[in-house]
């Protein structure tokens, strides 16, 4: 699965060797250059992840035991800071304890993105989860 980070990051790749092939030629059109440049300004802010859709899922339904900062309360509800989000719990949740399944409650998009956020806050920085990823758990 080629993640859209990738995709972006050839995307920049590609405008990159454009702008510099247009330079390097000499052919220095002012209008060109402002086109190119605003392309490549659009692309590498796609590239960067964006986790916001994310943050606010996990503020909703997730901050209220695991806290904004991520970092649970002692003895109750475990931190996320420095784990992987374990996928399973989210969409299954676990038996016998507070920790409820989503997978009825919120599209497989929206686990997703809630998981992603995890695994890329507070300094962690584990793999990107996919919608199909949260339909394989079911």
């Known amino acids: ?35 190119i440049n605003q392309t490549i300004n659009e692309t590498i802010k796609d590239a ?28 109750a509800f475990p931190s996320l800071k420095g784990e992987a989000v374990e996928l399973n719990s989210i969409v299954n949740g676990i038996e016998g304890s507070v920790m409820i399944a989503y997978k009825g409650k919120l599209s497989d998009d929206d686990i997703a993105e809630i998981a992603n956020f995890i695994n890329h806050s507070w300094g962690n920085n584990f793999s990107e989860v996919s919608t199909d990823d949260v339909k394989a758990m079911k």
């Open 1 to 35: 699965m080629i993640n859209k980070i990738t995709k972006n990051a050839l995307a920049i790749i590609f405008f990159y060797s454009l702008f510099f092939s247009i330079v390097s030629c000499g052919n220095k059109q002012s209008s060109n250059e402002n086109e």
């Open 48 to 75: 960067v992840p964006d986790y916001t859709v994310g943050e606010g899922l996990y503020t909703k339904h997730c901050s209220g035991c695991h806290q904004n900062n991520g970092e649970g309360i002692s003895g």
